[in-house]
């Protein structure tokens, strides 16, 4: 079983950064790839990056490529998302989620375990 929390959502201007952090519980997270999505009002939940185990495999839609980074802390348990250019597209509920694999998972219903959400919005 694995616990999810994220943080480091907020408000921020066109053009600004944020870094959303995700905590994980459990002595295994070195075990789990890791993912972000985002769900905008009225929209499905979609794809947003992933991480394998070791952080040696990452992928990003093609939305955020070039302007977010994923990153891990396997010692610190946690996975984090560096935003940079934001953009009032990008504002929507971030989740994390988790998969216990040694390879990388990018959809939605592949994952086992997601966090409450941290909510980003972007003003002009």
């Known amino acids: 079983q694995v616990q999810l929390v994220e943080s480091g959502g907020g408000l921020v201007q066109a053009g600004g950064s944020l870094r959303l952090s995700c905590a994980a519980s459990?002595?295994?997270?070195?075990?789990?790839?890791m993912g972000w999505f985002r769900q905008a009002p009225g929209k499905e939940r979609e794809f947003v990056a992933a991480?394998?185990?070791?952080?040696?495999?990452?992928y990003y839609a093609d939305s955020v490529k070039g302007r977010f980074t994923i990153s891990r802390d396997n010692a610190k348990n946690t996975v984090y998302l560096q935003m940079t250019s934001l953009k009032r597209e990008d504002t929507a509920v971030y989740y994390c989620?988790?998969?216990?694999?040694?390879?990388?998972?990018?959809?939605?219903?592949?994952?086992?375990?997601w966090g409450q959400g941290t909510q980003v919005t972007v003003s002009s």
């Open positions: 991480i394998s185990w070791s952080a040696g495999n990452t």
């Open positions: 989620a988790a998969k216990r694999t040694l390879g990388v998972v990018t959809a939605t219903r592949q994952f086992d375990y």
């Open positions: 459990g002595r295994t997270f070195s075990s789990y790839a």
